[in-house]
């Protein structure tokens, strides 16, 4: 049945939502325990559709047995890149970007520079591991570090579509585009209630 009083609502999935342990819970154990509950609940929601890039699709088969899933995943979830040579974006973003670089640049210096002194007061490995660790957040929490990343937002950007990522980097950055963005741990209560509204829409339409 028609569904004619929703606007199509355009959701762009990372793979976070099934295979990060720490935020797949809701849907499954496992990545395909994940996909195969979250088919049994979006399948009925016509008024949502699902996109995922092709590269981040690509990344999500590195975690799943392809022969456990579904044919309705593939139907279900559209691939599609993002238009790459045709999207505008503001140039401020260039400037923030250069300016975040730099920054963190600095951060790692100042951690680099940390550990060298501390070399000579405590053990080797241990200095090496917080070198590591301090390095690694100054470099790469918070920031795009792949061009998964940049599909995702990009494709978000493109078709006005909620973005579902738990990537601090991606959020960061998608919300200087304006892309609205929501945590994988609060995903299955949206589809829930999405569904619930569609429900109650099929209800009213058939009274009238």
């Not at 609940?41 to 699902?50: R, V, Y």
């Amino acid at each position: 049945m028609e569904h004619a009083r929703y606007k199509k609502e355009k959701v762009v999935l990372d793979t976070s939502i099934f295979v990060n342990p720490d935020v797949r819970a809701d849907f499954g154990d496992t990545p395909t325990e994940a996909i195969e509950s979250f088919i049994s609940i979006a399948a009925d929601i016509p008024a949502l559709e699902f996109y995922m890039p092709p590269s981040i699709f690509q990344e999500l088969l590195n975690f799943v047995d392809e022969k456990k899933i579904s044919g309705d995943f593939l139907t279900l979830i559209r691939q599609k890149p993002p238009k790459k040579h045709e999207l505008s974006t503001p140039a401020f973003l260039l400037y923030e970007l250069i300016e975040d670089l730099r920054e963190r640049i600095n951060k790692g210096l100042r951690a680099a520079e940390k550990a060298v002194r501390n070399v000579s007061k405590g053990d080797e490995k241990e200095v090496i591991q917080t070198l590591r660790r301090n390095y690694r957040e100054a470099l790469r929490e918070g920031i795009i570090d792949s061009k998964e990343d940049v599909d995702l937002i990009l494709l978000a950007f493109e078709l006005d579509a909620l973005l579902v990522t738990i990537d601090h980097g991606a959020i960061k950055w998608a919300e200087k585009l304006g892309v609205r963005w929501l945590l994988p741990n609060r995903f299955k209560d949206y589809l829930v209630s999405y569904r619930k509204r569609c429900a109650a829409e099929v209800s009213e339409l058939e009274e009238s």
